[in-house]
Antibody
Framework: EVRLLQSGGGCVQPGGSRRLSCAAS????????MSWVRQAPEKGLEWVSA???????YYADSAKGRFTISRDNSKNTLYLQMNSLRADDAAVYYC???????????????WGQGSLVTVSS | DIQMTQSPSSVSASVGDRVTITCRAS??????LAWYQQKPGKAPQLLIY???SFQSGVPSRFSGSGSGTNFTLTISSLQPEDFATYYC?????????FGQGTKVEIK
């Protein structure tokens, strides 16, 4: 059974940092691209970042220079390091798995439970 | 960036109704399009990918069509569990982008 278990959410002050983690199980983690998608309160979905199985990374403009996606294939874990957080970064952050192996990070068939990040002083 | 525009933003329908949601891309994306269903407080669920391919386990009443810039998600006979918000997503280029969502409500 595929499982994505997220951790690391919480409240952070503006300008602060937070690292989200997504522990994967039930599939060959290194063979699949992984992504982060966020959803601000009462808003739609926003793609944030993606990483291929081999480590190629992609970012939304809103994340470039502030967020870093990474993965540890030996630990089957995906990360999102978020720095210089702003009020408009407040959202539920989901990690998501590609639906096909080595497919170039396109479609997401399994999602984590979500991690709420609030940005407030 | 490719903008994805869904219509309508919301639709009221009854159980058994046929519901059609459209998604338009600001430029051609081939067939690189997915549809997701999201219920309140839950993560999205992949319904359709590559514009018309069924994700495993998705009921056959859901179908997708289109290519280029115009796409459609059809629910052939609305069931109580289908009341949710639906999103399209383009996978043609980075950054990936989602439509604003279409909320399917009970009439």
């Amino acid at each position: 059974e595929v499982r994505l278990l997220q951790s690391g959410g919480g409240c952070v002050q503006p300008g602060g940092s937070r690292r989200l983690s997504c522990a994967a199980s039930g599939f060959t983690f290194s063979s699949y691209a992984m992504s982060w998608v966020r959803q601000a309160p009462e808003k739609g979905l926003e793609w944030v970042s993606a990483i291929s199985g081999s480590g190629d990374t992609y970012y939304a403009d809103s994340a470039k220079g502030r967020f870093t996606i990474s993965r540890d294939n030996s630990k089957n874990t995906l990360y999102l390091q978020m720095n210089s957080l702003r009020a408009d970064d407040a959202a539920v952050y989901y990690c998501a798995k590609d639906n096909l192996p080595v497919s170039g990070t396109r479609y997401y068939d399994y999602w984590g439970q979500g991690s709420l990040v609030t940005v407030s002083s | 960036d490719i903008q994805m525009t869904q219509s309508p933003s919301s639709v009221s329908a009854s159980v058994g109704d046929r519901v059609t949601i459209t998604c338009r891309a600001s430029q051609g994306i081939g067939s690189w399009l997915a549809w997701y269903q999201q219920k309140p407080g839950k993560a999205p669920q992949l319904l359709i990918y590559a514009a018309s391919s069924f994700q495993s386990g998705v009921p056959s009443r859901f179908s997708g069509s289109g290519s280029g810039t115009n796409f459609t998600l059809t629910i052939s006979s609305l069931q109580p569990e289908d009341f949710a918000t639906y999103y399209c997503q383009q996978a043609n280029s980075f950054p990936r982008t989602f439509g604003q969502g279409t909320k399917v409500e009970i009439k």
